[in-house]
């Protein structure tokens, strides 16, 4: 084989690729994420009290003036929050095929290999792949510490951990939504009124915060460049899915 011949062919292993999101799950994901921005520096303009202003009144100020006040502003959060929920009811009953499987892996949890995950994954990415040997030589196989990262399937348990309050967190949302904006023609100013406000907040808040480490995780940390790019093109290369995702990689390949 020429020198050339064979540069060809690794290329050709390097570019294999594996389908990992159909063009709709990408869709919905960049939909999803363009809707939480903008309900997000929306609903932060709406708030109204010095002593709750997350980023400041500069910013409740530049939302008010783009869009010509606190009732237009409140209308357009409600109507993308309207919207946000529609799509995505219209897309769990239509789509229910792609939907369930997503829930089952997302739900689907391995007590002891997961914990273990999150401990090894989170000593070598500060620490380093030393320090796992130096904790297996401190514990000696005690609590069944091992210190090999175990493998993991479609996703490892830390997407797992903001996958779920992510749904469940947005199901909150929206009911609570609903709720608040039921409030502008029946309910009023009730207990159900504010335990909804209290509720939806607390909720963002705690949804965002998971938010910041997913977007570092998924753009920036070193090693999740393919998730990224393959949140555009739908695929990984395959030696990032048998290094990442070992679990999927090999029941993908044992369905061929
Ligand atoms: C705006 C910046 C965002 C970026 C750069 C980003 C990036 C990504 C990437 C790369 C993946 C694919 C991971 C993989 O294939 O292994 C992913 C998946 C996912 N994203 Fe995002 N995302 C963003 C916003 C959001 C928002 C706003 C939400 C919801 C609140 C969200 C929820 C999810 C969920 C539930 C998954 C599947 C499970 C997971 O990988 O965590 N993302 N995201």
New binding site residues.
């Given amino acids: 084989m020429s020198d050339e011949q064979s540069i060809q062919k690794d290329d050709a292993v390097e570019t294999e690729q594996m389908e ?2 159909t063009k709709l799950s990408i869709f919905m ?2 939909f ?6 903008f309900l997000l520096a929306t609903g932060i303009g709406l708030i109204r009290n010095a002593d709750l202003q997350p980023v400041g009144g500069w910013w409740t100020d530049m939302m008010r003036g783009i869009f010509g006040g606190g009732a237009n502003l409140l209308l357009v959060h409600e109507i993308v929050g309207v919207l946000w929920a529609v799509v995505f009811l219209v897309y769990v009953i239509a789509k229910a095929k792609e939907v369930v499987p ?1 829930l089952k892996e ?1 739900f689907t949890i391995d007590p002891k290999r997961d914990v273990l995950w999150l401990v090894n994954k989170g000593i070598q990415m500060t620490l380093g792949y030393k320090a796992l040997y130096k904790l297996d030589g401190i514990l000696k196989g005690r609590f069944g510490y091992k210190p090999e990262i175990p493998d993991q399937g ?3 348990v ?3 951990m ?2 779920i309050p ?2 469940l ?2 199901v909150v949302i929206v009911v609570t939504g609903v709720i608040m904006t039921a409030s502008n023609v029946m309910l009023e100013n009730t207990a159900p009124v504010q335990w909804a406000i209290l509720i939806h907040f607390l909720t963002v808040g705690f ?2 915060a ?2 910041l480490i ?2 570092y ?3 920036i940390a070193a090693g ?1 460049r393919p ?5 555009f093109t739908g695929k ?1 290369p395959e030696d990032y899915a048998m290094h ?2 070992k679990l999927w990689y090999d029941e993908v390949r044992e369905g061929r």
């Fill in positions: 990992r999101h994901h960049w999803n994420a363009a809707c939480w921005l997503f997302i479609f996703y490892n830390g997407q797992k903001f996958a992510s749904i967190g947005g949804v965002f998971g938010l997913h977007v995780m998924a753009s999740e998730a990224f790019i393959s949140m990984v990442h995702h």
